[in-house]
Structure formats: structure tokens, C-alpha cells
């Protein structure tokens, strides 16, 4: 895993991270961050459910830019733009729409 902590954008290689870990750390990860900081993801697949979910938890906290389209590596950029205004559904317990099924 790449990551540094010193840079507005942090890095986060989920290729080497097993499947069910993925989301909770993706959230965790973007919870952490400040307004205005990146998180950057690299990936074998597209994340497109993981859109889904960055849509249905944190709606209107994010901006998701696609800067490589696989086939083989996909990159994907989330950028907080809002802090939460209520508690998150990580905060009530909840890390993925489908109890982590979709997950792995």
C-alpha cells in the first residue's frame, strides 16, 4: 500500500488489500480526510459500486474523477468537498449497502 500522509491527496493501492477489506477502508479512509483532500485509489476493476455507495453515504461530500480506465489498472480520484453535516452510515455501524456481499 502507497500512501502519503504529508500531501493534500493520499494514495491507496487496494489491489494488494483483500476484497471484503475494501470498502471499510475506502470509508474510513474518506472520513479521515479534510475538505478540500484527495483520496486516490488503484484498482484491477472498475469501482463503479463503490460510486454507487459514495453516492448513497456521502451525497453532495464528494467529487469522483476517473483518471485511468483499465483494462488492467483502474485510478480513481475522490475528493472531499463537504464535511458531513449528520453522522455518517459508518458511524451507525453500517460499511456497505449489501452487509459486505458485494464486497467478496
Not at 469501482?47 to 485511468?68: K, M, N, S, T
Request: glycine share 8%; with cysteine; hydrophobic share 35%.
Amino acid at each position: 500500500m502507497t500512501e502519503t500522509l504529508t500531501s493534500p491527496t493520499h494514495e491507496l493501492d487496494l489491489r494488494t488489500i483483500p476484497p471484503r477489506e475494501r470498502h471499510p477502508l475506502i470509508f474510513g479512509r474518506f472520513d479521515a480526510l479534510a475538505t478540500g483532500q484527495s483520496l486516490q485509489l488503484v484498482n484491477d476493476h472498475n469501482p463503479q459500486p463503490l460510486r454507487y455507495q459514495f453516492e448513497d453515504r456521502a451525497y453532495g461530500q464528494f467529487e469522483w474523477a476517473l483518471l485511468e480506465a483499465g483494462p488492467a489498472v483502474w485510478r480513481i480520484q475522490i475528493t472531499r468537498i463537504a464535511q458531513p453535516s449528520a453522522p455518517s452510515a459508518a458511524a451507525k455501524g453500517d460499511s456497505c449497502c449489501s452487509g459486505g456481499a458485494c464486497c467478496g
